[in-house]
C-alpha cells in the first residue's frame, strides 16, 4: 500500500510541474537568445486563459473533435502512473515498455483522428507528415527497447530503473542506446529539428498543423497532453539510461533527495534541449529520415556491442 501511494504522489507531482518545466524551457530558450522572455509560470496563465475561452469547431467535424482532445489527455495521464518518476521499487505489475508505447500510440492515433476530422487542408498534411515521421520513428523504439531487455532480461521500466539506479559505470553500448532513444524523443514529440514547435508557417507545421482548428478547452486538453508526453519521454529517459540518484527504498530523507536530483536532471535535459532548439533550424521533412536512419544504425550498433562485449 506504501509503495502504490508514492507511486501515486510522485506521478500527480509530474502532472502538476509540468506547465513550469514548459515555462521553464521556454526561458531557458529566452535567456540564450539574449532577451528576458515571459514568467516560469505563463504556461498556467495560457491554460487559465484558453480554459476561459468557448469552443469553435469546424463545421464540417464529427464526435471525434468533441472527444478526442479529453481522451488524448487522459491517456497521457494514464501513462504517467504507469512509469517509475524519482522512486522505483522493482516491484510492481505496471510498467511493460510495450504496455506504455501502446498507450502513448492511443495518443498519437487520437491526435491524427483530430487533425483529419476538421476536413482542412493543413490538418491533412500536418497527419500525413506526423504519421511518416512516426512509421520511421518505431524501429528505433523498438530496438532501443530490446537493448534494454538484453541488458536486463526484462521489458518492465520499473524493473529496469531499479536494476540500473546502482550502476556507476555504463558501457559504450548504453550510452549509443542513450543517443538514439534521445532522437526519437526529439522526433516522437516535434522539437528542432524535427519540427518547430514555435512556428506561424502552416506550410512547415506537423505537430501543429494538426490541432490548428482547435480552440478553447479543446486546444488546452491537446496542449496538455502534448506536454505531459514531453514530460513521460523525459522521465523515461532518465529512468532508462540515467536512473542514478533514484529512491529504492521508502524514507522520507531518501525520497526528497531523490526528487531533487530527478528535478536537476530534468532541467539539465531541457537546458540542452534549449541550446539545440536556439542553435539549429528546422530541417527539410525529407531529410529526416537520414537522421531517424542514423538513430537506428545506433541501436543496431548498441545492441552489437552489448552481445559482443
Known amino acids: 500500500m506504501k509503495y502504490i501511494a508514492i507511486n501515486f504522489l510522485q506521478s500527480m507531482l509530474l502532472i502538476i510541474v509540468t506547465p513550469l518545466f514548459m515555462g521553464i524551457l521556454k526561458k531557458f530558450k529566452a535567456i540564450l537568445r539574449g532577451y528576458k522572455g515571459s514568467s516560469i509560470f505563463q504556461v498556467y496563465y495560457d491554460y487559465q486563459k484558453l480554459f476561459s475561452k468557448g469552443r469553435i469547431r469546424s463545421s464540417h467535424s464529427s464526435f471525434i473533435t468533441q472527444i478526442g482532445p479529453i481522451l488524448s489527455l487522459g491517456a497521457s495521464i494514464t501513462v504517467v502512473f504507469m512509469i517509475p518518476i524519482f522512486f522505483s521499487s522493482g516491484e510492481t505489475y505496471l510498467g511493460s515498455l510495450f504496455l506504455i508505447i501502446f498507450m502513448m500510440s492511443i495518443v498519437k492515433f487520437l491526435n491524427t483522428l483530430i487533425g483529419l476530422d476538421c476536413a482542412s487542408t493543413f490538418g491533412g498534411m500536418g497527419t500525413s507528415r506526423e504519421l511518416f515521421l512516426s512509421m520511421l520513428a518505431e524501429p528505433v523504439m523498438f530496438l532501443t527497447i530490446m537493448f534494454l531487455y538484453f541488458e536486463n532480461k526484462s521489458f518492465n521500466i520499473f524493473t529496469i530503473s531499479f536494476n540500473n539506479s546502482a550502476g556507476a559505470f555504463y558501457g559504450i553500448g548504453h550510452i549509443l542506446a542513450a543517443i538514439s532513444f534521445f532522437i526519437l524523443l526529439l522526433t516522437e ?112 550498433a548498441a545492441i552489437s556491442l552489448n552481445y559482443f562485449l
Open 189 to 300: 514529440n516535434a522539437r528542432l529539428p524535427i519540427d518547430n514547435p514555435e512556428t506561424h508557417l502552416e506550410l512547415t507545421m506537423i505537430h501543429e498543423a494538426m490541432i490548428l482548428d482547435l480552440s478553447g478547452t479543446d486546444l488546452a486538453f491537446v496542449e496538455m497532453a502534448s506536454q505531459i508526453k514531453l514530460m513521460i519521454f523525459l522521465t523515461i529517459f532518465i529512468n532508462l539510461f540515467m536512473p542514478f540518484g533514484a529512491a529504492t527504498m521508502l524514507g522520507a530523507v531518501t525520497i526528497l533527495k531523490a526528487a531533487a536530483v530527478f528535478f536537476i536532471k530534468i532541467l539539465v535535459i531541457l537546458f540542452g534541449i534549449s541550446i539545440i532548439e536556439i542553435s539549429m533550424t528546422k530541417s527539410r521533412l525529407f531529410r529526416v529520415p537520414e537522421l531517424l536512419s542514423a538513430a537506428l544504425a545506433i541501436a543496431i
